[in-house]
């Protein structure tokens, strides 16, 4: 099934502006349950030097150069994105490039720490990205992935499955949902594909859940995915008759309930060789290894005749 999440045409149409990304954070900065920030925790799940060389793929207007700054002042921040619009309002373009994930600009070896952060899932061909950020990863550094899990915010996918359901010619099976486990990198499939190229993955869940008091941010997160959702709707349902058949849904569910809950599951996958959480065990393996290596048996001499 083709994938409109990394289709380079819907996704450019999404980021021309970081106003759909925008949408997005603020709806989980103002409607999470519990309130965390998410950057401040994906960042405090991996260990910090704090004079590391960084580069940030697909860095968008550079939510994670700010939290770093505030914590690491001497870190050398690199970042890059496929979008310029994406990055017309980042606050450090001194060492901000274009540039594609899948071709990176960097000699190898050059970063202690790589981040793609909720990214990857846009990348055509994600083996291809992921062999760049091998690349152009120090032996002892890291890479760090953000993404969604494939089961996060089932209330919206059952939303617009009976809205579908409705909009579709009676009889229809196999009734498919936007988005519904076709994004190429999530915390699952993130952690299989990781492992094609790191001796060691680590993944960090961080379960939350958007509770909306009424419908209208609910229908404005959706509706900042449309250009690269849309096109996969069955053939002779439009989004705005299966929206405003969500709109009807979410508004029942408010009346009754007071507030719409949708739960959300997104995280942190951690790649490495030799660094970060898998240091302490290599060193013991080490140990463990000379401790248990057989002794070279010592030839006797022989005697004179």
């Given at each position: 099934m083709f994938n409109f999440a990394n289709d380079p045409q819907a996704v450019g149409r999404m980021y021309l502006t970081d106003?759909?990304?925008?949408?997005?954070?603020?709806?989980?900065?103002?409607?999470?349950?519990?309130?965390v920030d998410f950057t401040d925790w994906a960042l405090d799940s991996v260990s910090w030097r704090g004079d590391e060389f960084v580069l940030d793929v697909g860095s968008g207007p550079g939510r994670y150069y700010s939290a770093l700054m505030s914590r690491f002042p001497d870190i050398k921040y690199y970042a890059c994105d496929l979008y310029p619009g994406m990055v017309q309002n980042h606050p450090y373009k001194k060492s901000l490039s274009l540039a594609d994930a899948q071709r990176l600009p960097y000699p190898d070896a050059s970063f202690d720490v790589?981040?793609?952060?909720?990214?990857?899932?846009?990348?055509?061909?994600?083996?291809?990205?992921?062999?760049?950020?091998?690349?152009?990863?120090?032996?002892?550094?890291?890479?760090?992935?953000?993404?969604?899990?494939?089961?996060?915010?089932?209330?919206?996918?059952?939303?617009?499955?009976?809205?579908?359901?409705?909009?579709?010619?009676?009889?229809?099976?196999?009734?498919?949902?936007p988005g519904q486990h076709t994004d190429?990198?999530?915390?699952?499939?993130?952690?299989?594909?990781?492992?094609?190229h790191f001796f060691a993955v680590v993944r960090y869940d961080l379960p939350r859940a958007l509770v909306f008091p009424s419908a209208e941010p609910a229908l404005a997160y959706l509706n900042?995915?449309?250009?690269?959702?849309?096109?996969?709707?069955?053939?002779?349902?439009?989004?705005?008759?299966?929206?405003?058949i969500v709109r009807e849904q979410m508004g029942r569910l408010i009346d009754h309930f007071g507030e719409l809950t949708v739960n959300t599951l997104?995280?942190?996958?951690?790649?490495?060789?030799?660094?970060?959480?898998?240091?302490?065990?290599?060193?013991?393996?080490?140990?463990?290894?000379?401790?248990t290596k057989p002794m070279t048996p010592q030839r006797k001499p022989r005697r004179g005749r």
């Open positions: 106003e759909s990304l925008r949408i997005r954070q603020e709806t989980h900065e103002l409607y999470s349950e519990p309130k790589v981040m793609a952060n909720h990214m990857l899932f846009h990348v055509p061909d994600v083996e291809r990205a992921l062999r760049e950020l091998r690349r152009v990863v120090k032996p002892g550094g890291f890479v760090m992935a953000t993404t969604n899990s494939i089961h996060t915010m089932p209330e919206f996918q059952a939303l617009m499955r009976r809205a579908i359901t409705l909009l579709s010619p009676p009889g229809t099976a196999n009734v498919s949902v190429p990198f999530t915390l699952e499939s993130g952690t299989r594909l990781l492992c094609h900042s995915t449309r250009s690269v959702r849309e096109a996969e709707l069955p053939q002779g349902v439009s989004w705005d008759e299966m929206m405003m997104s995280g942190l996958l951690v790649a490495t060789d030799r660094g970060d959480f898998i240091d302490e065990y290599i060193d013991k393996l080490a140990n463990i290894k000379e401790q």
